[in-house]
């Protein structure tokens, strides 16, 4: 499951919460420990949902399925106004399989940005064109997510070998980094990624493995950092912060 704080006017904050369910969901979080029931349901997805993010600025939730789907919706409404099919994200007769959501923008100069990282990084402008940025090689990545990283205006993409950063603005490829994991004392196969998260600077990244371990690097000169983490006995499916 998939949940993300959204903002709406007022200053109110909701919170979205997507699963395997198909639908969106959203809660109007109340303290005191009071109940927070749906207010709202996102259904039109045929799919099980694998993302969500707010457009900053915008009131709009952006939603992709495991068919490829992408549907916006007005959260003045909950209603969806647009649905971009999985073909117009196919360049080259080559399939686009969306794995994560990363929105570029800040709250005061509209519109954002909106990355959709798969078999390669994609980047959708003002909610319309589509096009391709720096494609990466589907038959040996997969890809975990992207992210955002403010600071550099630049785009993290993990992928099951490793990472590679964008530049946000013009979307060309700055650095890549490979085989960043040891390999298994066993088998002596290299390690892959299954979890990634940052700590609240963005300055250090923190991977899970298929094999259960956790590492930790320095996201600017993606050296690694000496911390010891108790393994898991299997692999590390989900992180956060």
Not at 25 to 39: E, M, V
Not at 52 to 65: C, W, Y
Not at 147 to 175: M, P, R
């Amino acid at each position: 499951m998939k949940i993300k704080t959204i903002g709406k006017k007022n200053h109110k904050r909701y919170l979205c919460a997507a699963s395997f369910e198909f639908t969106a969901k959203i809660f109007s979080p109340s303290l005191g420990g009071q109940a927070s029931g749906c207010i709202a349901k996102l259904a039109g997805h045929q799919a099980p949902l694998i993302s969500v993010e707010a457009l900053k600025g915008e009131p709009t939730i952006i939603s992709a399925d495991e068919f490829g789907f992408v549907r916006l919706w007005d959260v003045r409404k909950w209603q969806c106004y647009q649905v971009i099919p999985p073909q117009d994200f196919q360049t080259g007769g080559s399939n686009f399989d969306i794995t994560s959501i990363a929105v570029c923008g800040s709250y005061t100069e509209p519109p954002p940005d909106v990355f959709f990282a798969g078999s390669r990084l994609q980047k959708m402008e003002a909610q319309e064109a589509l096009a391709s940025q720096g494609a990466t090689d589907a038959d040996k990545l997969t890809v975990i997510g992207c992210v955002l990283l403010h600071a550099e205006a630049e785009i993290l993409v993990v992928f099951d070998k490793g990472v590679q950063f964008y530049n946000a603005t013009t979307g060309e490829q700055i650095s890549e980094f490979r085989n960043i994991l040891p390999a298994d004392d066993q088998s002596g196969a290299q390690e892959e990624i299954c979890a990634y998260t940052l700590d609240s600077t963005h300055s250090k990244l923190f991977v899970g493995s298929d094999k259960g371990n956790i590492f930790a690097f320095r996201t600017r000169t993606f050296g690694q950092i000496p911390i010891e983490f108790e393994s898991h006995e299997s692999a590390v499916n989900h992180m956060i912060y």
